[in-house]
């Protein structure tokens, strides 16, 4: 089993950047697929980012060209670089993790971290 847990968020404003990073407890965080999810009120869950064992990687349309999914194995975290940031990105970014490895489906994620709050300013 693993657990996470997501740091970063905050405010910041249209066209800036910001990282939120998730970091994870437990021996085989090799061994899972991660994503990076987000909510908007009301809303069910948006694929962001994923990232597999091996490295592959995937983004929502919304995330091509400005966001960048990373993992660091030796410290069990993974990061997601947000650049160009706009107000129709304020939402709750959630980790995830998928022992069934790399996905872009939500129902693939058993594991999910609490959430960190990103929002943009116009």
């Known amino acids: 089993q693993v657990q996470l847990v997501e740091s970063g968020g905050g405010l910041v404003q249209a066209g800036g950047s910001l990282r939120v990073s998730c970091a994870a407890t437990?021996?085989?965080?090799?061994?899972?697929?991660m994503a990076w999810f987000r909510q908007f009120p009301g809303k069910q869950r948006e694929l962001v980012a994923a990232?597999?064992?091996?490295?592959?990687?995937g983004y929502g349309d919304s995330a091509k060209g400005r966001f960048t999914i990373s993992r660091d194995f030796a410290k069990s975290t993974m990061d997601l670089q947000m650049n160009s940031l706009k107000p129709e990105d304020t939402a709750n970014y959630y980790c995830?993790?998928?022992?069934?490895?790399?996905?872009?489906?939500?129902?693939?994620?058993?594991?999910w971290g609490q959430g960190t709050q990103v929002t943009v300013s116009s």
């Open positions: 437990g021996r085989t965080f090799g061994s899972y697929g």
């Open positions: 995830a993790a998928s022992r069934t490895g790399y996905s872009m489906a939500s129902r693939d994620y058993a594991y």
């Open positions: 990232i597999g064992r091996g490295g592959t990687t």
